[in-house]
């Protein structure tokens, strides 16, 4: 029943920027931590950014001072604003919420050529 619902991937170039969102259905953001994993091929999916229900965030090294998670309570979404974007930014990015159990979106493709 739980829907995570993400959109604004896309081909863009080094140095620009994309906001990626991700809506949920059925299940509630402001209570719950949840967060963005990216995954490129032949890696391991990673953390990409956290935000908890008290809007405490945490980010991986690599992203650091470009990325940013945000989430507002009246949509029941999330964002991911991306900017700076470098090659290796490349990968399929996950929605994840998490609460007793994890819900994981279907996945949006970014791809940074140089």
């Known amino acids: 029943q739980v829907q995570l619902m993400e959109s604004g991937g896309g081909l863009v170039q080094a140095g620009e920027s994309l906001r990626l969102s991700c809506a949920a259905s059925?299940?509630?953001?402001?209570?719950?931590?949840a967060g963005w994993y990216r995954q490129a091929p032949g890696k391991q999916r990673e953390l990409v950014a956290t935000i908890s229900a008290g809007r405490s965030t945490n980010y991986a090294d690599a992203v650091k001072g470009r990325f940013t998670i945000s989430r507002d309570n009246a949509k029941n979404t999330i964002y991911l604003q991306m900017n700076s974007l470098k090659p290796e930014d490349t990968a399929v990015y996950y929605c994840?919420?998490?609460?007793?159990?994890?819900?994981w979106g279907q996945g949006t493709q970014v791809t940074v050529s140089s």
């Open positions: 994840r919420a998490n609460n007793w159990r994890e819900y």
């Open positions: 059925r299940i509630t953001f402001s209570i719950i931590t």
